[in-house]
């Protein structure tokens, strides 16, 4: 079976860098695919994409070593099997505010015995290779957000989950939920804390910690602080800052 990178970087305490995608478009995928990301996430939840979209995105990755992960809208049997049937090496699932809920993201993200995932994969026989079905299970990754006040409280509960590979912080959910400002990099005091002991417990778990930042600087500190999977912008907000960048220079004055 294709080899997970992520799994391959983890082993070696290397912290993945993930881009984001969010912009409906298999080309736009394959540009971004093609400058080096460790892994790119297709985002369901948040992204103007349908299924379909995701589809040719996910092949459009797969013409270069970038892992090709998802977030799906929701914690939904569904959408996370359809997904991992495409071909996603990884899901990411928001808001996963228990115990419960993490067991529900690895029993929909595994086949049995360790899960309930129902066989079919499709296009991942395709991208994976013939032996999928056997390694299928130790090679996807599932990610599940932490992103509310109500999985910090519960975080060691989720932590402790067999089959968890990974949580996920964002940050701006995460910070309206303890009633701060949403924002990437620049949290207010209480949800550095948050982040910073989130770290510390995913560690003590043997979990994979990840999180969303919007600018290098963020994420290089996130690193430091043990975080091993970080997403550094999204292909739309490249897209408007290199333009920006651009026009800024054209108009200035002299």
């Not at 129902?118 to 090679?139: C, I, K, M, Q, W």
Request: proline letters at 5%; charged letters at 15%; hydrophobic letters at 45%.
């Amino acid at each position: 079976m294709r080899e997970n990178r992520l799994r391959t970087m983890w082993k070696n305490d290397q912290a993945v860098v993930n881009g984001w995608l969010a912009i409906a478009n298999s080309f736009s995928a394959e540009v971004m695919a093609h400058q080096g990301w460790d892994s790119l996430t297709i985002d369901l939840q948040h992204g103007v994409i349908d299924y379909q979209a995701m589809v040719t995105m996910l092949q459009a990755i797969s013409t270069t070593p970038t892992v090709p992960l998802v977030r799906v809208p929701w914690l939904e049997p569904g959408i996370i099997m359809k997904c991992l049937d495409a071909g996603a090496y990884g899901i990411i699932c928001p808001m996963v505010n228990s115990r419960e809920d993490a067991q529900k993201l690895v029993a929909y993200s595994h086949y049995a015995p360790q899960g309930s995932r129902s066989f079919g994969p499709v296009r991942a026989l395709l991208y994976g290779g013939a032996d999928y079905p056997v390694h299928a299970n130790e090679t996807v990754v599932a990610f599940a957000m932490i992103e509310t006040a109500q999985a910090l409280d519960k975080l060691d509960d989720i932590l402790s989950v067999e089959g968890l590979d990974a949580i996920y912080i964002g940050p701006s959910d995460l910070s309206l939920s303890m009633g701060c400002r949403p924002v990437f990099d620049d949290v207010d005091p209480p949800v550095q804390q948050a982040i910073e002991h989130i770290a510390a417990r995913a560690k003590a778990h043997g979990v994979v910690c990840g999180i969303h930042n919007g600018v290098a600087a963020g994420a290089k500190a996130r690193v430091a602080m043990g975080y091993r999977f970080v997403t550094l912008g999204s292909d739309a907000r490249l897209l408007a800052a290199g333009s920006q960048q651009f026009l800024g220079a054209m108009r200035a004055a002299g």
